[in-house]
């Protein structure tokens, strides 16, 4: 059997289900938009008839096998662990393979470790979530570094042992942060964008009074307004609703719209509720409330806000003009154009966010593209981001090595390497291309790895120690090109007899060389590290 390492694939997630026996995470009441100052005075609303109940952040937990670790692994383990991933290596063995378990889980080549995440409030299909990994208390295991996680299974916090359903998994390398703290714990470390969630899930409404005129009343305004598969009435008083595709990315937004539904919709009255909250949006405090019933209301609120895209208030234009996109109005997208544009505003970002999620995919790109070159890193960061998403040719894209994307963005005049430490791990080289100076030496912190360029030759040497075997040493070359010297670092190594291919090193240590090669004039270029994941799922349900 191969280390985990050596096949990692990106995992596809599924979405959570929000609901079923004896595995669902609690459900809070949505604290989104209120049915308070900025429409408890116009009318009842959904959320004035019905609690809205979405799924808190549910804390997973699983204990697995990392492999890979030459030597750092442990042969402890706690029996009822062993037992347990004993059944688990034996399931996931082909037909036929042949595999003494024991040893496998004894070798000093694996380690049994804890595995913790959190998966993310309302989740849905093809998300994925950061997970923390741990070698067990009480083991011998020295260092996580290099090793992959096998396929594990997460089950909800403290449910360990208990017959459950199985809300998510994980799977992938591990990540021990060498570029934030080089002297990080190696037996503590994360892998990057490995749960997935496995099931499906819904928004509920619990109707107060449970009766079929009322259930069938909010289900048909909620599919008038969002799509006549948006709600389900399963029963008297309980309703199922589902993300539409447009909110898929302003989840919490599509749960607030809802909220401040109104369960009327009489033309006077409707005119009535838009002048109202107009005028509240221009000169109240509550500028999202407003502008997030209006959006709810539809499209009949257009000529009303397009006066407020000349005020005088930078937040009101805002407010404004995002509302109007949402609803169609492509007359606010210079207004959030100019917002975004401008480096003495505080709201670029917003109006970006406004562009991005809701625009013409051709109007978001071209916008982004601009903010590509931005002296604000995090507005290029942000840029980058929506350019990613949007699948934009301005973003390049390979795999390498099975385990991380180099994404390369030519479009950017700042050079500038971008390495992420939480969600799908990529490397991003902005200004492409990126050159590395022809006189270089630049060696690892162990000394396990150096890149070298000697004045005159174009080309690079990188040399890489085998980890158990100091005097074996793997060779390659690579031009001085900095997007040919990561494939020639990570790419996976030739087969026996084979042509091609690269050294095999890790993510992690590739991000500590780029720090370094930026830091020694190796390379030309700012280097930047995005943050690391937060997970503390530490209160036991």
């Given at each position: 059997?191969?280390?985990?390492?050596q096949?990692?694939?990106?995992?596809?997630?599924?979405?959570?289900?929000?609901?079923?026996a004896?595995?669902?995470?609690?459900r809070?009441?949505?604290?989104?938009?209120?049915?308070?100052?900025?429409?408890?005075?116009l009318?009842?609303?959904?959320?004035?008839?019905?609690?809205?109940?979405?799924?808190?952040?549910?804390?997973?937990?699983?204990?697995?096998?990392?492999?890979?670790?030459?030597?750092?692994?442990?042969a402890e383990?706690?029996?009822?662990?062993?037992?347990?991933?004993?059944?688990?290596?034996?399931?996931?063995?082909?037909?036929?393979?042949?595999l003494?378990?024991?040893?496998?889980?004894?070798?000093l080549?694996?380690?049994?470790?804890?595995v913790?995440?959190?998966?993310?409030?309302?989740?849905?299909?093809?998300?994925?979530?950061?997970?923390?990994?741990?070698?067990?208390?009480?083991?011998?295991?020295?260092?996580?570094?290099?090793?992959?996680?096998?396929?594990t299974?997460?089950?909800?916090?403290?449910?360990f042992?208990?017959?459950?359903?199985?809300?998510?998994d994980?799977?992938?390398?591990?990540?021990?942060?060498?570029?934030?703290?080089?002297?990080?714990?190696?037996?503590?470390?994360?892998?990057?964008a490995?749960?997935?969630?496995?099931?499906?899930y819904?928004?509920?409404?619990?109707?107060?009074e449970?009766?079929?005129?009322?259930?069938?009343?909010?289900?048909?305004?909620?599919?008038?307004?969002?799509?006549?598969?948006?709600?389900?009435a399963?029963?008297?008083?309980?309703?199922?609703?589902?993300?539409?595709?447009q909110?898929?990315?302003?989840?919490?937004?599509?749960?607030a719209?809802?909220?401040?539904?109104?369960?009327?919709?009489?033309?006077?009255?409707t005119?009535?509720r838009?002048?109202?909250?107009?005028?509240?949006?221009?000169?109240?405090?509550?500028?999202?409330?407003?502008?997030?019933?209006?959006?709810?209301?539809?499209?009949?609120?257009l000529?009303?806000?397009?006066?407020?895209?000349?005020?005088?208030?930078?937040?009101?234009?805002?407010?404004?003009?995002?509302?109007?996109?949402?609803?169609?109005g492509?007359e606010?997208?210079?207004?959030?154009?100019?917002?975004?544009?401008?480096?003495?505003?505080?709201?670029?970002?917003?109006?970006?966010?406004?562009?991005?999620?809701?625009?013409?995919?051709?109007?978001?790109?071209?916008?982004?593209?601009?903010?590509?070159?931005?002296?604000?890193?995090?507005?290029?960061?942000?840029?980058?981001?929506?350019?990613?998403?949007?699948?934009?040719?301005?973003?390049?894209?390979?795999?390498?090595?099975?385990?991380?994307?180099?994404?390369?963005?030519?479009?950017?005049?700042?050079?500038?390497?971008?390495?992420?430490?939480?969600?799908?791990?990529?490397?991003?080289?902005?200004?492409?291309?990126?050159?590395?100076?022809?006189?270089?030496?630049?060696?690892?912190?162990?000394?396990?790895?150096?890149?070298?360029?000697?004045?005159?030759?174009?080309?690079?040497?990188?040399?890489?120690?085998?980890?158990k075997?100091?005097?074996?040493?793997?060779?390659?070359?690579?031009?001085?090109?900095?997007?040919?010297?990561?494939?020639?670092?990570?790419?996976?190594?030739p087969?026996?007899?084979?042509?091609g291919?690269?050294?095999?090193?890790?993510?992690?240590?590739?991000?500590?060389?780029?720090?370094?090669?930026?830091?020694?004039?190796?390379?030309?270029?700012?280097?930047?590290?995005?943050?690391?994941?937060?997970?503390?799922?530490?209160?036991?349900?």
């Amino acid at each position: 059997m191969n280390a985990i390492a050596q096949k990692k694939v990106l995992l596809t997630a599924a979405l959570l289900i929000a609901c079923f026996a004896g595995g669902c995470p609690e459900r809070r009441r949505s604290d989104g938009t209120s049915s308070g100052p900025a429409t408890g005075d116009l009318g009842s609303t959904i959320g004035s008839v019905a609690t809205i109940l979405v799924p808190e952040p549910l804390p997973v937990e699983g204990y697995g096998l990392v492999g890979g670790l030459n030597g750092t692994g442990s042969a402890e383990c706690p029996p009822a662990i062993r037992a347990y991933l004993a059944r688990q290596v034996r399931q996931q063995l082909p037909a036929g393979a042949s595999l003494n378990v024991e040893e496998f889980i004894s070798s000093l080549d694996t380690a049994a470790v804890l595995v913790e995440g959190i998966i993310p409030e309302m989740p849905q299909k093809n998300e994925y979530f950061d997970l923390k990994v741990t070698a067990l208390a009480g083991t011998q295991t020295t260092s996580l570094d290099g090793g992959g996680l096998f396929p594990t299974e997460l089950k909800m916090l403290g449910r360990f042992g208990v017959e459950t359903r199985i809300p998510a998994d994980a799977i992938g390398p591990i990540f021990i942060d060498k570029v934030g703290d080089p002297n990080a714990d190696r037996r503590t470390g994360f892998v990057l964008a490995g749960g997935k969630v496995l099931n499906d899930y819904v928004v509920v409404l619990a109707l107060r009074e449970e009766n079929f005129k009322l259930t069938n009343t909010v289900r048909n305004l909620l599919n008038g307004r969002f799509g006549e598969t948006t709600a389900k009435a399963v029963s008297p008083g309980r309703i199922e609703v589902s993300i539409p595709a447009q909110y898929k990315h302003r989840r919490q937004r599509f749960v607030a719209m809802v909220k401040v539904t109104f369960m009327t919709q009489e033309p006077q009255k409707t005119a009535e509720r838009i002048k109202t909250l107009v005028q509240r949006l221009a000169g109240t405090e509550n500028k999202y409330e407003s502008e997030v019933a209006l959006e709810a209301i539809g499209n009949q609120c257009l000529g009303n806000l397009r006066i407020l895209l000349d005020s005088s208030d930078e937040r009101v234009r805002l407010h404004a003009a995002r509302c109007m996109l949402s609803l169609g109005g492509d007359e606010a997208l210079g207004t959030l154009g100019r917002i975004a544009m401008d480096t003495g505003s505080a709201r670029r970002l917003e109006a970006l966010e406004a562009v991005a999620g809701t625009a013409k995919r051709n109007d978001a790109a071209t916008l982004a593209r601009k903010l590509l070159n931005d002296d604000d890193i995090q507005v290029r960061l942000a840029a980058y981001e929506h350019l990613r998403q949007l699948e934009d040719v301005a973003v390049a894209q390979e795999f390498i090595g099975r385990t991380f994307y180099l994404e390369r963005v030519a479009q950017s005049s700042h050079k500038l390497i971008y390495v992420s430490r939480s969600g799908q791990p990529r490397i991003v080289l902005f200004g492409e291309p990126i050159s590395c100076h022809d006189s270089i030496f630049v060696e690892s912190p162990g000394g396990d790895i150096t890149i070298n360029a000697v004045a005159g030759r174009n080309q690079a040497t990188i040399i890489r120690k085998h980890p158990k075997r100091p005097d074996v040493v793997a060779q390659a070359q690579s031009s001085l090109d900095l997007a040919d010297v990561i494939r020639t670092l990570c790419q996976e190594p030739p087969k026996e007899g084979g042509k091609g291919g690269g050294l095999g090193v890790s993510y992690a240590a590739a991000a500590v060389l780029l720090k370094q090669m930026c830091e020694k004039g190796a390379v030309e270029a700012e280097f930047h590290a995005g943050p690391l994941p937060k997970i503390t799922p530490n209160i036991k349900k």
